[in-house]
T-cell receptor, first 114, second 113 residues
């Protein structure tokens, strides 16, 4: 039973345009959400996070939006750059829990076309 | 800045052989984790150590053992490797258990024949 779902295995976007990566979750106990980015042959790196008390968090070109009622979050990358080509994992953890309770999605492979 | 270092990066084993994956972090983090990643799957937690001296099972612990040797080092042992353990293994660390911000190593690709 997948509690964190990334329904698009891959996404192709033109350089300079907006990339939107989506993530849905089913567990209403999740209250903290993160995005990780992974290049081939490297480990994932933390990108951005959002707490359930917020509906938006921005960091430079990266913005994460959280819609609690829909149990949906999205990562926006504007403008998209070639170096953004990577696999992006959505992750969630619950109230009172710890990183041992982090649940990861299967990832979305973002390809930025020149 | 080394961060999280894993060895070896690649290993091929025969069914039934044993091996240990080593992990060390130089960030003075309290918590350490071992994950596996399989094709088309997210990261799944094998074992974790919330702090030095403690270890606990994660989602997929069967067939593995761990040792938190000291604050820096956390090893993962396969006592009798099986083809189902063919995977990419990632070690990670965090300041503490309560943060979801993990720092990952580069991964160890293990093939069991």
């Amino acid at each position: 039973d997948q509690q964190v779902k990334q329904n698009s295995p891959s996404l192709s976007v033109q350089e300079g345009r907006i990339s939107i990566l989506n993530c849905d979750y089913t567990n209403s106990m999740f209250d903290y959400f993160l995005w990780y980015k992974k290049y081939p042959a490297e480990g994932p790196t933390f990108l951005i996070s959002i707490s359930s008390i917020k509906d938006k968090n921005e960091d430079g070109r990266f913005t994460v939006f959280l819609n609690k009622s829909a149990k949906h979050l999205s990562l926006h990358i504007v403008p998209s750059q070639p170096g953004d080509s990577a696999v992006y994992f959505c992750a969630a953890m619950g109230k009172g829990g710890g990183a041992d309770g982090l649940t990861f999605g299967k990832g979305t492979h973002l390809i930025i076309q020149p | 800045n080394a961060g999280v270092t894993q060895t070896p990066k690649f290993q091929v084993l025969k069914t039934g052989q044993s091996m240990t994956l080593q992990c060390a972090q130089d960030m003075n983090h309290n918590s350490m984790y071992w994950y596996r990643q399989d094709p088309g799957m997210g990261l799944r937690l094998i074992y974790y150590s919330a702090s030095e001296g403690t270890t606990d099972k994660g989602e997929v612990p069967n067939g593995y053992n761990v040792s938190r040797l000291n604050k820096r080092e956390f090893s993962l042992r396969l006592e009798s490797a099986a083809p189902s353990q063919t995977s990419v293994y990632f070690c990670a660390s965090s300041v503490g258990r309560r943060t979801g911000e993990l720092f990952f190593g580069e991964g160890s690709r293990l093939t069991v024949l």
